[in-house]
C-alpha cells in the first residue's frame, strides 16, 4: 500500500498557554483548519481517531469530539499509546481506508497539560514511590545514565540536540520558546533529574493538532491541493517498566522503524529530513541507533558538530520539535514531516522528497514511525 | 515533615513487605518453569502459570542504572534532596527499583551492591550499599 494513502490536510491551534479552552474545542479547531487545508467538508468524513487527553480523561471521549464536530463517523475512537498514539492512528486510518471501513478520517489530538493539570506526568510509577521514584523525566533520566556510562555518551552530545531543536524554533514564528540556545547556557542549565537538565526536558504545552487522511485516488478525485503519501509505517512496544526491561538502551523504535523502512522500501541513507520525538534529548539520540541512522552507541557521535542542524547531513526537528515549538506529543512533529515534503517549512530542506517521522509513548513503552514521500 | 508515602500493601504483595520486617529481601519464583522475577504478581509471566513461590535472596546483586532528584515530585521527598533512586538486578536475575547508601560519586552501572534493610516509620525498605 506504499503510496496509496495520503495526508491530504493539516491543521493545528496556537501553541503554549491556552487557559480556559476545553480539549474539545481545541480538536474542532485543528479539524476545522486540517478540513479547509485538505479544501473538504465535514460531511465527507466518517472516520474519526482522537487520542485521549491525558489531562483531562473522560469516557466516550471520541464521540464527545464527533458531537462537537457535528459528524457520524463510520470507525473510530480513542487510542491510548502515549506519545506514539498520533502515527499510531494515522497507521490505523490508513488501514481502515485500504479495507473500505472508512474512506476520510480525521486523526486528532488535543491537550492542555499547561493550564489544566499535569498530574499523569508527575504519578509514581508503579509501586515504588516508597523510594521516591517518581515521574517521567526520572524514568529518562535512568535510561540516559545507563546510555552514557554503556557508551561514552557525554551531556554536550545531549546538549546538541537540544541546540539544534532551539535554532529550528527560533526561526519558527510558531514555535512557544523561540529563545536560541547555545552548549555554553546548556552546560549550566539546572538539573532536574541527573543526569537530565532542565534543557534536555521538553516543554508542556496546551493545544490541538490534526491531519486529514485519505486514498491517493480519493484526494485526486477531490483535487486536494498539497496531499502527501504516505510511504511506510510501523510500530512497536515494549510491555516491561523501565526496572524490569532487560535491556534500558535498546528501544521499540528498532522493530518499529524496521517495519515502516520495508514497507516503503526506503533505508535509513534515502532519508532527507527527520522528526524525531524528542521528549527528552535522549530520545532522538536512542531513535536514531534504533532505526539504523549509525551503530547502536554511536548516537552521540552523531548527533554532534550541527550534523542534526539545518544544512547538516541530517536535518531533525526543523520545527524546534518538543524542545522549542510545542511539548504537545507528536502530531506537530506528523505536521511539520508534511510540510517538508511541501516546501513550506519555516527551516525547509531544499528540494526534500522523503520525510522520517517519529512518535514514542510512556517511557519508550510505545513506538511509532511514519515515512512521507513527494 | 511531610507525610512520605506508604507501601501499597495488597494480598498478593504482602508477603514480600512481611518477610522485610523479619530482615529478609524475599522475590517469587514461579513453581512450574522456575522462572524469577519481582515485583509481585498472581502469574508467572514467562509460562502463565499461576503457581509462584517465595524464595529468600541472596542479598547480592548489581547497578545496572540510577539517578539522582533535585526536584521533589512529592513533598515528603523534599528534605533528601539530592538523593538518588537505582535499577538494581539481583544475583538471581529479579530487578528492582531501589536507593544506594553511597555518595553519587562513587555510582557506577555493574558495580556489585548488597542488600542492607532499613526501617521507615511504618514499614521496612530494601536498600543497598556498596560491595
Known sequence: ?374 | MSEMPEPGITPVNQPFWTALERGELTFQRCGSCGGAWLPAREECPRCLAAEPGWEVASGRGRIISWVVYHHAAHPGFADRLPYNVAVVELDEGPRLITNILADEGDLGIELPVVVRIEREATFSLPRFSLA
Open chain 1, 1 to 374: 500500500m506504499r503510496g496509496d494513502i495520503v495526508i491530504a490536510g493539516v491543521g493545528h491551534t496556537a501553541h503554549g498557554k491556552l487557559p480556559d479552552r476545553s480539549t474539545t474545542s481545541m480538536n474542532v479547531e485543528a479539524c476545522r483548519k486540517a478540513l479547509a487545508d485538505a479544501g473538504v467538508e465535514k460531511g465527507m468524513v466518517d472516520g474519526l481517531f482522537v487520542k485521549y487527553p491525558t489531562s483531562q480523561h473522560r469516557s466516550m471521549y471520541g464521540q464527545i469530539v464527533a458531537e462537537a464536530l457535528g459528524i457520524q463517523p463510520r470507525i473510530g475512537g480513542v487510542w491510548d499509546q502515549g506519545g506514539a498514539t498520533n502515527i499510531s492512528m494515522i497507521s490505523f486510518a490508513a488501514m481502515a481506508i485500504e479495507q473500505g471501513q472508512c474512506e476520510v478520517a480525521l486523526v486528532t489530538i488535543a491537550d492542555n497539560p499547561r493550564t489544566g493539570t499535569r498530574q499523569a506526568y508527575e504519578r509514581a510509577w508503579g509501586e515504588d514511590d516508597v523510594y521516591g521514584w517518581f515521574g517521567t523525566p526520572a524514568g529518562y533520566a535512568m535510561i540516559a545514565r545507563r546510555h552514557m556510562e554503556e557508551f561514552g555518551t557525554t551531556h554536550e552530545q545531549l546538549g546538541a540536540i537540544a541546540v539544534a531543536a532551539r535554532r529550528h524554533g527560533a526561526n519558527n514564528p510558531d514555535a512557544q520558546l523561540r529563545k536560541p540556545l547555545t552548549l555554553e547556557e546548556y552546560a549550566v542549565s539546572r538539573p532536574v533529574v541527573e543526569p537530565l537538565r532542565r534543557d534536555d526536558c521538553c516543554l508542556i504545552s496546551d493545544g490541538g493538532a490534526a491531519v486529514v487522511v485519505m486514498s491517493a485516488e480519493r484526494a485526486r478525485s477531490l483535487k486536494v491541493d498539497a496531499a502527501v503519501p504516505i510511504l511506510g509505517f510501523g510500530q512497536g512496544q515494549t510491555s516491561w517498566e523501565v526496572a524490569q526491561r532487560p535491556s534500558l538502551t535498546e528501544t521499540a523504535a528498532a522493530v518499529s522503524g524496521r517495519t515502516a523502512f520495508e514497507m516503503a522500501g526506503l533505508a535509513p541513507k534515502d532519508i532527507q529530513v527527520a522528526q524525531l520525538y524528542d521528549c527528552f534529548t535522549i530520545t532522538p539520540l536512542m531513535t536514531l541507533e534504533d532505526y539504523g541512522f549509525c551503530a547502536k552507541g554511536e548516537g552521540g557521535r552523531f548527533v554532534e558538530d550541527g550534523a542534526i542542524e539545518i544544512g547538516g547531513a541530517l536535518p531533525v526537528n526543523t520545527s524546534g520539535g518538543l524542545l522549542s515549538e510545542t511539548g504537545m506529543p507528536g502530531m506537530q512533529l506528523v505536521i511539520e514531516g508534511v510540510r517538508q515534503i511541501r516546501g513550506t517549512s519555516t527551516n525547509q530542506v531544499p528540494g526534500a522528497t522523503t520525510s522520517l517521522v517519529s512518535n514514542q509513548g510512556g517511557i519508550m513503552h510505545t513506538h511509532s514511525t511514519l515515512i512521507l514521500g513527494a
